[in-house]
């Protein structure tokens, strides 16, 4: 199965300041990459997702961006964070949705203050 | 977009009593179907999916949940559930099958009081 590694898992960051949430993979090639939002009661809201290097699909207009420089790194990034961007940041795996699972890391909580 | 609904934002249960949670989609085509459960402090896992085939799926830990085409649904059930049953369960819907898009619902809390 696949491992989802998120780094760093808790992040504290002023109003304006920039953002890096990093994502990397292990065992397998190829995948299908996703950035989830979880908020309490709100469930999980689809961000991004990338189905190969440099491709990237926004499911909300926002403050955020995503690249993918390599075949199994994510990367979430903000050039100025606002208090709204503040929450749990899930990056997801996946071989295929219609023949798998998709595997989660421990998430990254982003307190913006 | 699709949408998926779940009806119970909060449960409570005593040790076990049987579970139902409901969840409802709004695609009209082929979908795959999962649900997924949270533990307290743990990351999301799969519990059961659904691809296609018997609409009556069987996944870990003595869970179930039935595929009902005609109602939109997926209810997630198991008879008996114990308090490490305890946990955030989410439903989620790829629409149309085989797509990226994989949509999740808003959750159910489940507390089991010993």
């Known amino acids: 199965s696949q491992t989802i590694h998120q780094w760093p898992a808790t992040l504290v960051q002023p109003v304006g300041s920039p953002l890096s949430l990093e994502c990397t993979v292990e065992?397998?090639?190829?995948?299908?990459l996703y950035w989830y939002r979880q908020a309490a009661g709100r469930g999980l809201q689809l961000l991004f997702y990338s189905v190969g290097i440099g491709q990237i699909s926004s499911e909300v207009p926002q403050n955020l961006s995503a690249s993918r420089p390599q075949d199994r790194q994510f990367i979430l990034s903000s050039k100025k964070l606002l208090l709204s961007d503040s929450g749990f940041y899930l990056c997801a795996s996946t071989r295929a949705l219609n023949t798998g699972e998709l595997f989660f890391g421990e998430g990254s909580r982003l307190t913006v203050l | 977009a699709q949408s998926v609904s779940q009806h119970n934002h909060h449960v409570i249960l005593s040790e076990a009593a049987s579970l139902e949670l409901g969840c409802n989609y709004s695609?009209?085509?082929?979908?795959?179907l999962f649900w997924y459960v949270q533990y307290p402090g743990q990351h999301l896992q799969l519990l059961l999916k659904y691809f296609s085939g018997d609409p009556l799926v069987k996944g870990i830990k003595g869970f179930e949940a039935e595929f009902i085409k005609s109602k939109f649904s997926f209810n997630l059930r198991k008879p008996s559930v114990q308090w490490s049953d305890t946990a955030e369960y989410f439903c989620?819907?790829?629409?149309?099958?085989?797509?990226?898009?994989?949509?999740f619902g808003k959750g159910t809390k489940l507390s089991v009081i010993p």
């Open positions: 989620a819907v790829n629409a149309p099958a085989g797509s990226y898009q994989l949509t």
């Open positions: 695609y009209g085509g082929t979908v795959n």
């Open positions: 065992g397998t090639s190829n995948p299908n």
